[in-house]
């Protein structure tokens, strides 16, 4: 059973930060991806940073330059920094992993986090 947990959602005023971490536990074998995602109310999901195991790092138009996607691999985690929020960030952000577990069928295969409130203040 793999579990994406993630942490570090909150309340903050525009222009301020916040960093979120999610972690990937379980039977895993290897990471193929994690990234983030996010939902605001009325909204479709929509992919804010995606990170891949090459190196490959993808961001929404809308956050270029705000926020970074990091990972440490020792301890399946993923973080997202958010810098200068603005009121259109609030949202539930999503932890979103691509992975293959140490048993089979060997593939890879897609989970989410619980989402964490991410509430931006004017």
């Known amino acids: 059973q793999v579990q994406l947990v993630e942490s570090g959602g909150g309340l903050v005023q525009a222009g301020g930060s916040l960093r979120l971490s999610c972690a990937a536990s379980?039977?895993?074998?290897?990471?193929?991806?994690m990234g983030w995602y996010r939902q605001a109310p009325g909204k479709q999901r929509e992919l804010v940073a995606g990170l891949t195991s090459g190196g490959t790092i993808n961001y929404a138009d809308s956050v270029k330059g705000r926020f970074t996607i990091s990972r440490d691999n020792t301890k399946n985690t993923v973080y997202l920094q958010m810098n200068s929020l603005k009121p259109e960030d609030t949202a539930v952000y999503y932890c979103?992993?691509?992975?293959?577990?140490?048993?089979?069928?060997?593939?890879?295969?897609?989970?989410w986090g619980q989402g964490t409130q991410v509430t931006v203040s004017s």
């Open positions: 979103n992993a691509d992975l293959i577990q140490r048993f089979p069928p060997w593939t890879s295969q897609n989970y």
């Open positions: 379980g039977s895993i074998f290897t990471i193929n991806a």
